[in-house]
């Protein structure tokens, strides 16, 4: 109906900022990293996944959006050679996650697979200083009177208020901090993927509940102000155009709507490369479209492997 | 009219060829006719191989690979289908006749520890149970190079313990799955620890194996690779009654596998002979086999144009069919052999030769250095590690006359990695296992 992400917002209070936010920018105009050597490799990824993947001629979206996805991981665990705090991550497929809140007397519940969740040992160190935090105080969340800021929402009896990530996992798993949230829109036909606005709208939840869980889990169900905020970073791809997001949870205090509010950085609709071309296109006999990909971005690889570099480097 | 020529040639006087002096005439600069050959189009044996050589020439002179490919598979006729899974009795001496591939129990010996090859190379058959020893010293020899090249840091097998236990306790204990689905309970635990091992170990080591560093690592690619072997009769059809080569196609699915820009170093030379082909007087049909007509394919995993084109080790995971309980409830505890065996020769012979034909290569341009590759074959506890070493692609029935090459497969039975997986703990860790599993993921070229 309308954006869906300003409806995110204003389910899980939270502050919007545009770009990465700067810790994650360092990272990505750090050049000690070595990235055109690695442009080169994400390059080839690139061409793997799109062009030379299968025996058909062109491969579909459902085989080479998850291709793409595994050749950027493996790209980015190959790192783990300079930074061997790395390997202290784990990758876990088909999670299932629920978190539960109540807003403005409302009960809200997100529940379902999450997509691929990357955790690690360590948790993320907060991005927004305090200053910040406290400066979110001030910013109203748009209401869309007079339309109830549930529409679209289904409506369900819940009977048990499920809560934590740890309905993932058990407890004394090593890997207990979530870090990153990746969702591939692999879906062959158009109407069945997201849109990319609904995608961040998705993104935005699933790390909100996951947030949210790991809070409860770490502070108990009280709702109040953290003292260490909770980060938790999303991805959502459809093979070409990504979208970045760096969640910060500051507070569980969702049923008013004053105080501290939650931040939320988005990188939206970047493009990996524009085209990729399986087989030349020739008009009255001349190669108009060469085979190959075309329009490279360099930035986004950066951008992609900047956020999982994010919390060791 | 005949009557008219033979009185023509009866009167005298008048003769129409003439006299030539010998010796005056020299030999013309080029010939006057064209050569004699068989024909083409005639249903006749020799008209049969000049079709057959000018099939060869077209194929030796096309310009690309894919080209090549292309004539190689171009006419489709049935063929037997060979599945590297299968529950066929005493699969692997069929698919070494079929692939003419020696089987050398044990691992080669590490080529850091082994001088010349040639001397080595009849001491893993002589010994019977290789691996003990050869594990033993292999890591003592490999270690000792290292630091006098003082180049790679020390192995630190504990904190790849630990790494492989978090994966298997992650995908076993901690993370709440549903129940796995009926038939599928190798989708459910084994193939997700099988990724995210691999993954993570190809990842902390690529430290020391530069190789792996600008390696590629596919999920459940697609393998395939077309070929003749033998001869038989046509039995019933339109056809009856010729004589047609035996085609066979491999359409494998490996869980895992890693290909590299490089390719890995030679075992053994090219030309040594460590042991017999099993000559099997049956048709393909009594394994079973059966026959299909579909595209005949050659693929390695990603297509001609990709720069990773040598492969360096796949991973394959059996199935819910083939797991051991039930070869033990049917009293067939020598067949559990069997299945990694056979799983590890025809895949690895269906990458090698397609990584060959990749090169250029095929049965009349045979290879002219050996391509290597490596496989591990599992069923998430037991491992089984296979090496497979391409000496020769010509296998057809006129080219195997002349050729004295065998292709030469080292494997090892299969091995328990762990006992048992109880609150969260993993009980009975078998290091030699991941020593094995290490050692396959560093192998590299000398000259890296």
Redesign the interface.
Known sequence: VFPGVRQAQWLTKTKLVEGLPPAVQGIVDNAALGLPELEE?AK??V??AR?????EVAPRREQYC??LF??L??IC??M??KYPS??KR???????IAATWERESILLQVRGLSGILMNSMTPIPPVASKEEILATKEHVLETFYPIAPTIDLQEVNVYKELNDTG????D????SHPHTLFFLESANVRTDRFRPEQLRAKMLMFAFGNALAKAKVLHGNDPKVLDQPIVVQSIGTDGQLFQFMVFQLNTTDLVSNDGVKNLVWIDSDQNLYERAQCVPEVKKRVVTKPAGISGFQPDTFKKFLALYLHGTV | MAALGARRLLRPGRRWFSETVPGALSPPASPLYPPVVASITAKSKTAKSRRLQRFNQRVHAAATVEEKLRLYGKLQRPKYMVYPQTFALNADRWYRSFTRTVLVPGLPPRAAAAKPPAGRAPEPRAEASAEAPGVAEAPGAAKTPEPAAGAAPYLDIG?LRS?TC??LL?ES?????KRPFLYRDQDHTPG?FLT?LV??L???L??RNPL???S????K??V?YYWHHGEEVVVHGHRKGRVDPVRFQIDDNPHLQIRVPKQLPEVVPLESDLGDVPVIDHKPSKLPLFKKQYEN?V?IG??V????CYGHTQFHLLPDKLKRERFIRERLEDQIEVVYRSNGIASLFAWTAAQAMYQGFWNEADVTRPFVSQAVVTDGKYFAFFCYQLNTLALTAETIKNNPRKNICWGTDSKPLYDVVED?NVKGFNDEVLLHLVHFLLNRPKEL
Do not use: I
């Open positions: 490799r080839h990824m061409s793997h062009l030379w993947d299968t025996a998850p291709v595994e050749n991981m493996h665990r190959l783990s050679g790395l390997s784990m990758l876990a497929r088909n999670c299932r309905q993932c996992f058990r004394g798993y090593p890997y | 904190e790494l978090d994966a992650q204990f901690y993370q709440n799955k997700p995210q993954s993570t190809a990842a902390s690529s430290v792996l560093a600008a590629s690592l596919d999920l690619p697609e395939n394919k693929f990603s297509k144009a990709d720069p990773c969260g």
